[in-house]
């Protein structure tokens, strides 16, 4: 079968770094993505790694070990509006499918 | 630009009724996508297309039908709902790409909240 776990839930306070794991395993395999989702809102895009290593984008960084099938997203100088939910999906093929985790709630208390 | 757009935004049924849920996109896309979301569970793929006339069944097509008789447009059907298919609706779309090492992230619309009774 396919699966992608990720923790739950993720409490950080304003100013930390926090890192949200996500392993997979899937029949295919193109790329990792992150995405963000408000309060039940449009999820939106943050990242993909297709090859291993880190890439950074302002704040946020994600990594990607094709070897252990294992990601992360990383958060740095936390913001109040870092709460939401952030979703793992592995990009399967050409057609750009996504298979995603269940999410991770990130609380981020003053 | 208005991205993806989804109607209804609220939606309420009786166990049997039929409905058509409409997405619409208006940046030349070539791939649409429908997902449900329950809690606990995150985005789970029901019917996808990759061009205008084609669809595919996604994880959990079983009770849906979709059509692609437009490229700006992809619309969800449930024949006959069940309570087991409420949940939230969520449409998106992407530019086509082949290439595994660049990405079009998918665009999603605000969803539609669907309660069957």
Known sequence: ?110 | NAGVTQTPKFRVLKTGQSMTLLCAQDMNHEYMYWYRQDPGMGLRLIHYSVGEGTTAKGEVPDGYNVSRLKKQNFLLGLESAAPSQTSVYFCASAPSQLDRGSNQPQHFGDGTRLSIL
């Open chain 1, 1 to 110: 079968g396919q699966s992608l776990e990720q923790p739950s839930e993720v409490t950080a306070v304003e100013g930390a770094i926090v890192q949200i794991n996500c392993t997979y395993q899937t029949s295919g395999f193109y790329g990792l993505s992150w995405y963000q989702q408000h309060d039940g809102g449009a999820p939106t895009f943050l990242s993909y790694n297709a090859l291993d290593g880190l890439e950074e984008t302002g704040r946020f960084s994600s990594f990607l070990s094709r070897s252990d099938s294992y990601g992360y997203l990383l958060l740095q100088e936390l913001q109040m509006k870092d709460s939401a939910s952030y979703f793992c999906a592995v990009r399967g093929g050409a057609t750009n499918k996504l298979i995603f985790g269940t999410g991770t709630l990130l609380a981020v208390q003053p």
